[in-house]
């Protein structure tokens, strides 16, 4: 069973939530913001539109696996805590990312939503 660890979410608003990710996730999400949980309603990193809740910003990854001619994309969804990590140039498309050992593309930057 994965280890999961709760860690701050600042929300466009301002306000902060909890949030359950796995750890080598929480590393590479930016630093977390300053202040205390102002909410308690948890952010939910894989909502669907029919829930109600609070789907976080953060960006998508991608990474080639395999060797030609067997060779597929992977993808994954990597929150990000704050609007300024966000902004930064880490988490801009094209840049790198390490998670948890394994070397990530951004491929998409997607924008938060209730």
Known sequence: MAVKEIIKYEA???EIYGMV???DRAAASGAQPAGDVSSRMKVKISKTNR???LRPRGVRLS???GTAPDQFRK???LPVVTQ???DSPGFAIGST???DGTQWTVSTKLAEDY
């Open 97 to 99: 990312i390490t998670v």
């Open 21 to 23: 990710i796995d750890p």
């Open 12 to 14: 466009d608003s301002g």
């Open 63 to 65: 990474r080639v696996v």
């Open 84 to 86: 300024t990590a966000y």
């Open 75 to 77: 993808y994954s969804f």
């Open 51 to 53: 829930e109600f809740g």
